[in-house]
């Protein structure tokens, strides 16, 4: 039960940023969304993915690695299109 509590939490965390970033791509205005925040965020779960490849733990690996991924596709597209404005 413990296992299936923590993969869930990381899938949820983890895709918590699809629906701004599939918003920012169809809207293409991201003028109000803090660059700075993504930033933070990729730190954050970039350190965790490196925690849990310390801890050799997979879910954490996987989960904070692919929210790594997704929140730096959306920091790339806040970053572009407020060059563009």
Known sequence: MEEIVG???GVFTT???LPQIIKAIKTKKVKDVSPL???IL???????T???VIKWD???ILTNGISFILNAIML???L??????
């Not at 990729?42 to 965790?48: F, K």
């Not at 572009?80 to 404005?85: F, I, S, V, W």
């Open 50 to 52: 490196v925690y849990g």
């Open 58 to 60: 997979l879910p954490i």
């Open 76 to 78: 790339s597209i806040v």
């Open 80 to 85: 572009t299109q407020n060059k563009d404005d």
């Open 15 to 17: 895709i918590a940023v």
């Open 37 to 39: 925040m993504f930033v």
């Open 42 to 48: 990729c730190i954050g779960v970039g350190l965790w």
């Open 7 to 9: 993969i869930l939490a």
